[in-house]
C-alpha cells in the first residue's frame, strides 16, 4: 500500500537577490541528512549565500522511504532544475572512519571502514581528501540515493558533511584553546563531537540520542577518557536546536562553558539569513569550503 507523506520546507529563506543573479555562474550545496534534504545557492564570487530551503519528513528509518520524499521534493522544487555552475552532494547519513594518508590505499577503503563500521546494504564506500589535515575520511552512502542524485544533478562532486565541519572549525577563533575545545553538532537523532587541542585534532566521533542527557553522557566520556575536565573545556552547539531544546538544557547543567558556534566567518548572508542564529545552518554553510 502507498505511504502517505506530509512534506514541506521547514525552512525556506531567500529575498529579490536570487531572482537579480545569474545562477548558471552559483553553486548548488546539497545535504542529505536522515529525514532532511537541504540546500543553499552559493555565489562564489561574492562569496555570498543566496537562498536556502531545508525539508524534514518521515519515515526516517529506511533509505529507501527517504529516497522516495527526496524524490517529491524535485516534483516540488523546480529551482532544483536550474543549470548551477555546479553541484555538491554532502551526506550526513551515518559516521565515517578518518585514516592517516600515509596508510590509505584507496583499494582497500572498504576494508578501512568496515574496521569501525558495520557493512551495509546497498552501500557505496566514498572517501574524501581534507585539505590540511594528513588525513583520509572513508564513509559509506546509499548506492541507490547516491544514484538517483547523482542522476539528476548530472554531478559525480561528492563529499561528506563532517569533511567539510573538518575545514569549517580550524576558523573558529578558539580553535587553538590549550586546554581543548569541543564542537557538538547537533542533528535529527544523531550527533557529531569533534575535539582539537591547541589546534590539533583529537577524535571526531558521532552518536545517536533519545534524550539530550545521552548526547551530555558521550561527549563527557570521550573528554575523560582523554584525560580532559569537562569543567574546562569549552564546547560549541550547532545544529537545528535552541535554548529550549532538551539537547541544550542538559548541556546547560553540565558544561559550564558552553557557547553557541558563530557563524562562518569570510562569507556574506543575505538579510533574511542573518536574522536566523548562525549555528542553524552551520553545516550546511561550511559546504562552500569544499567547492
Known amino acids: 500500500m502507498p505511504v502517505a507523506y506530509n512534506i514541506h520546507p521547514a525552512f525556506t529563506v531567500d529575498d529579490e537577490t536570487l531572482l537579480e543573479t545569474d545562477l548558471t555562474a552559483c553553486h548548488l550545496l546539497v545535504l542529505v541528512g536522515n529525514g532532511t534534504f537541504s540546500y543553499v545557492v552559493f555565489e562564489p564570487g561574492a562569496k555570498k549565500f543566496l537562498a536556502l530551503k531545508s525539508y524534514h519528513f518521515e519515515p526516517q528509518k529506511l533509505a529507501l522511504a527517504d529516497l522516495e520524499m527526496i524524490e517529491e521534493v524535485f516534483d516540488a522544487d523546480k529551482l532544483l532544475f536550474t543549470a548551477f555552475k555546479s553541484v555538491l552532494l554532502a551526506f550526513d547519513t551515518g559516521s565515517g572512519a578518518l585514516v ?16 569501525s563500521q558495520p557493512e551495509k546494504m546497498q552501500e557505496a564506500v566514498m572517501s574524501d581528501l581534507l585539505p590540511g ?36 572549525y580550524p576558523q573558529d577563533l578558539d580553535y587553538r584553546a590549550a586546554e581543548g575545545i569541543a564542537f557538538v553538532q547537533v542533528q535529527r537523532q544523531t550527533f557529531n ?99
Open 193 to 291: 563531537i569533534t575535539l582539537y587541542i591547541d589546534g590539533k585534532l583529537i577524535i571526531q566521533q558521532e552518536g545517536e540520542y533519545l534524550a539530550g542527557l545521552d548526547v551530555v553522557y558521550q561527549l563527557v566520556n570521550t573528554l575523560r577518557q582523554l584525560g580532559l575536565n569537562e569543567q574546562q573545556v569549552k564546547v560549541k552547539l550547532g545544529g537545528i536546536v535552541n535554548i529550549d531544546s532538551p539537547v541544550y538544557q542538559e548541556m546547560y547543567k553540565f558544561i559550564p562553558r558552553l557557547e553557541w558556534v558563530q557563524r562562518l566567518p569570510g562569507f556574506q548572508y543575505i538579510a533574511a539569513m542573518q536574522e536566523t542564529p548562525g549555528y542553524y545552518f552551520y553545516n550546511l554553510y561550511a559546504l562552500a569550503l569544499c567547492v
Open 133 to 168: 589535515l594528513p588525513m583520509v575520511n572513508i564513509y559509506s552512502v546509499d548506492k541507490d540515493l547516491l544514484g538517483f542524485l547523482r542522476k539528476e544533478f548530472s554531478t559525480d562532486r561528492v563529499v561528506h558533511a563532517h569533511s567539510a565541519l573538518l575545514q569549517a
Open 100 to 115: 592517516p594518508h600515509l596508510y590509505y590505499m584507496p583499494s582497500l577503503k572498504k576494508e578501512y571502514l568496515h574496521l
